[in-house]
């Protein structure tokens, strides 16, 4: 099992609050386009979430961070339907 695998794992199982890091880390990987403008929130988007239930129209939402550092285990959960339907698409 990979390290993208154990991370996205815990994240469905227990959703704690985690390092913006982390997560801008994920979204990467998957190939998010990410719009990290200063603030408290990042906006990613993907093609695979154009018309898709809660995501924008172009496919984007957004991801708030608490302090500047931290992303709460709530957000996660997002995170990771859109990776689901991004991994559904591929297959």
Do not use: C
């Amino acid at each position: 099992m990979s390290k993208v695998e154990k991370i996205l794992k815990k994240w469905q199982h227990k959703p704690v609050s985690v390092p913006k890091q982390q997560v801008l880390s994920i979204v990467e990987r998957y190939g998010f386009e990410i719009e990290n403008k200063p603030g408290s929130h990042i906006i990613v988007r993907h093609p695979s979430l154009i018309k898709k239930d809660h995501f924008g129209p172009n496919g984007e939402f957004t991801i708030p961070v608490k302090g500047g550092q931290i992303v709460k285990g709530i957000y996660l959960k997002t995170i990771l339907k859109a990776i689901a339907i991004i991994e559904e698409e591929i297959s």
